[in-house]
């Protein structure tokens, strides 16, 4: 009987700079910036209770070409554990810590195999006899746009062929299309299982073979959305059993409240506090983003305390619990205070002005002084059209709220 068990995991972005999380109290902001490193260690755990084989990692070990010697130095320490077991680990380097970066250089253990920039094949023989070929290549630049598929060729002679790309599915348009191929391609192939990195969403793109994103190991911002880990992979004579390892340490949510029912500021805080403790998940720490939709209350003095006073009561004591849930970021879809239909007989400039502002598609012209500062553009992430469109509707309601105080 043939077996194999091994990790795979992807997208590690150890020492991630966590961009905007600064103004978290300081013990969450540290265990914040210590998740990457949590999760890191649930892996080499993982792996050493299940006494895997090897383990894979398919890219971006490293946030950045720079490879800081914090990071380095954490994860030698983790491939030490594993060399001690006799854990061998395969890993390519992505379009993140590409081969051409700069940066001190620390020796790896014994047990650490790095892919150089060409696809290449590496030769694994398991305690029990069984015979594994592994194919991958690291990122020699940062940028990576050639079909590197073409040059993975199934070399015979092995129980097992494994690819490890790190790339993007051509279908895919929401990552750089990085080493690009398609499933069709990898199928071609005719090996028994796709390592893949790049994709920090999780995707089984294919069951027969396995072609697997795992995702990142940790979410690092509001996009990242969820448990993030890595697979355990078992052969027994060609059959793949494939076990989902939750791995990551501090998750992001996004959380809707429908807040109609809310007639007091008091039912308006009982409501979120109720949401909020649904999502509490024991020994995580919960990073979340919280809408509130429809909050209209009947006193406008309550209302107005929303802005300044709800967030301060639901984050009260969070910052001591181990399983918190901080709202990092807390969002309003008021009922409008005005008719907009009505405020059109007033006068027609108002008709025009909302006509204005929903036609209006110039919102990169607007923001483009900020995305070209040299500064300011290294923490401004892409917006998105939902995120375009809010700014539209915030804008509308600080217009009318200005002209009607004038």
């Known amino acids: ?102 940066w001190v250089h620390l020796d790896m253990p014994e047990n ?66 990085y080493a690009p191929f398609t499933v069709k391609d990898l199928v071609q192939k005719n090996f028994d299982y796709w390592a893949l990195g790049h994709i920090h969403k999780r995707s089984e793109l294919s069951l027969n073979p396995p072609i697997i994103y795992p995702g990142n190991i940790q979410g690092r911002n509001k996009k990242e959305l969820g448990s993030k880990g890595f697979y355990h992979v078992t052969f027994t004579d060609g059959d793949a059993t494939m076990d989902y390892i939750k791995a990551s340490d501090i998750i992001w949510e996004e959380l809707t409240v429908n807040a109609e029912t809310a007639v007091s500021f008091d039912d308006l805080f009982h409501l979120c506090r109720i949401a909020i403790n649904e999502i509490r998940r024991e020994r995580n720490g919960t990073l979340l983003t919280l809408k509130l939709k429809n909050t209209q209350l009947a006193d406008m003095r309550e209302q107005k305390s929303i802005d300044n006073e709800l ?71 892409h917006l998105e059209t939902a995120e375009k469109d809010e700014l539209l509707r915030k804008t509308e309601k600080l217009i009318i709220e200005l002209l009607y105080q004038a």
């Open 112 to 177: 650490v195999h790095v892919f150089g920039n060409k696809v290449e094949k590496r030769e694994l023989i398991t305690k029990s006899g069984t015979k594994v070929h592994l194919y991958g290549f690291s990122y020699g630049t940062r940028h990576i746009f050639e079909r590197k598929i073409d040059e993975y060729d199934k070399i015979e002679g092995a129980d097992y062929h494994i690819g490890i790309l790190h790339g993007n599915e051509s279908s895919g348009t929401d990552h750089d299309n």
């Open 311 to 381: 967030l301060e009561l639901l984050l009260e004591d969070e910052s001591e619990e181990e399983s918190f849930v901080w709202v990092a970021d807390l969002k309003f879809n008021e009922k409008l205070p005005f008719d907009k239909e009505k405020i059109k007989t007033e006068a027609n400039f108002y008709g025009e002005l909302f006509e204005v502002i929903d036609h209006f598609d110039q919102t990169e012209q607007a923001l483009a002084p900020l995305y070209e500062h040299p500064l300011a553009r290294k923490y401004l992430p």
């Open 1 to 102: 009987m043939k077996k194999i068990s091994f990790i795979h995991a992807a997208d590690l972005h150890l020492d991630s700079p966590m961009v905007g999380l600064k103004h978290l109290p300081e013990n969450i902001f540290n265990r914040v910036k210590e998740s990457t490193f949590t999760a890191l260690k649930k892996l080499t755990i993982t792996a050493i209770e299940r006494n895997v084989d090897f383990v894979i990692i398919a890219g971006d070990i490293f946030d950045g070409e720079d490879r800081s010697l914090r990071a380095q130095a954490r994860f030698r320490k983790e491939m030490l554990k594993l060399n001690d077991e006799k854990i061998p680990v395969y890993i390519v380097h992505g379009n993140h810590d590409h081969l051409n970066g700069s």
